[in-house]
């Protein structure tokens, strides 16, 4: 494959599924690490078109890609992660809102995210294929899960996550 081949291939990915690339970065980081981890999933797409043979989707590629390198970082940042949360912790909070309904939305949303990084790698990449809508086959053939597995797995986390997310909301009352 020609340099510019690689480049023209790269763009047009980016073009259609750069969203995929955002979602596993939200789901898997947080603050400024969502940028270092963007990169680093922009950089492993790009080294890993050579290899795409074309025997997939390029969506399933890509999926496969950026949560493989999520879940490597993940576990190589995870003792710089442990610190700079507790640093965060000790930051004063921000500045409050005109619109109380929009802090609350905004609240939620960070709260849900918060959650879904608490997941276990694999709970949280299947929970991020199924925010965007993937199939139960093209996940199962992502992360390497029977299609069974995967939905028992998501019943699991979505029940999970519900029932926390309905005490945050009644704590918000």
């Not at 970082?73 to 442990?82: D, V």
Request: charged share 25%; aromatic share 8%.
């Amino acid at each position: 494959m020609t340099a510019a081949s690689q480049r023209q291939c790269f763009d047009l990915w980016m073009l259609e599924h750069q969203r995929i690339l955002h979602a596993v970065a939200n789901g898997f980081a947080n603050g400024d690490d969502r940028h270092d981890l963007m990169q680093e999933l922009l950089l492993a797409v790009w080294r890993a078109i050579p290899a795409f043979q074309g025997q997939s989707k390029p969506v399933t590629f890509i999926y496969r890609v950026a949560h493989n390198t999520a879940l490597t970082w993940k576990r190589s940042e995870k003792n710089y992660r442990a610190r700079l949360d507790r640093f965060e912790a000790l930051q004063p909070p921000t500045g409050t809102p005109a619109n109380p309904e929009e802090s609350s939305d905004r609240e939620m949303l960070a709260f849900a995210y918060a959650e879904i990084r608490r997941l276990p790698p694999v709970d949280r990449s299947l929970l991020l294929l199924h925010l965007d809508e993937v199939g139960y086959a093209e996940m199962a053939n992502i992360l390497g899960l029977t299609e069974s597995n995967v939905g028992v797995r998501l019943t699991r986390i979505k029940q999970r996550l519900i029932k926390t997310l309905k005490e945050k909301t009644h704590e918000l009352r």
